[in-house]
């Protein structure tokens, strides 16, 4: 082995620099100029044609329906996700495998999918269906229907934030607080939540981004029925179909400043987690 020290290898400047520019060039051509075109396309003949677009009884309608299955669908996936993440994290059991890969299993296939499953268990000619319209019941093409294809679409995001913090973070605190008398509850409320709130708020941030911006899976089970089941999405699609091209860019706008705002929420967010893992370590 020579005695001369190894110099650590390094890229050249001119191939940093291509990976930077070929980033960024993908980025405005991916991300930036669709999202600029937007908002140009939403203002193109100006402010208050803008405005007059959201007067519209429909588009009044889309916005509720949507904020509607989202206060919905989020708080069933947060407690999902929060049962899943502390049996998954804190327990060994039979099965824990099978859950684990269930929890995924949205990622997997697609939303469309998700959308006829519901349709082939509660539709008028699935396997619910008699049931259903002998009870006068009706799931597909209504509000219900809607939260359920939101519901499974968007159900590992709270899970998957929680499931490896709270692997990482084992079962010592918990253990201890079990020493000193507390009850699962007790433990839960004043040990493990307060561990986990920053990952659970930004699960739960990504849970409600997705559940406003589903398309697939609702449109399916929505009819795309005007002021009654179509949600934000749908009601852009609408609006693009019959040549209101104004109309629809302007609630895209609007979806799209929903992202956004979810963005700078995230970002504050994973800062202030992140500083207080630092802390954690320091301690």
Known sequence: MSGRSSVARRDPPWFAGALIVLAVFYFVLVLFLPLVTVFLEALRKGFTEYRVSFDDPDAIAAIQLTLLVAV???????????????????????????LVTLIDLPFSISPVISGLVFVLLYGANGWFGPFLDEHNIQVIFTVTGLVLATTLVTLPFVARELIPLMQAQGTDEEAAAATLGAGPWRTFFLVTLPNIRWALMYGVLLCTARAMGEFGAVAVVSGLIRGETATMPLYIEILYNEYNSVAAFAMASLLALFALITLAVKTALEAQFADELAAQRIR
């Open 72 to 98: 919905i669908a989020v708080p069933l996936n947060t407690v999902f996700g929060l049962a899943a993440a502390w049996a998954v994290a804190k327990f060994e059991f039979w099965g824990k495998s099978a």
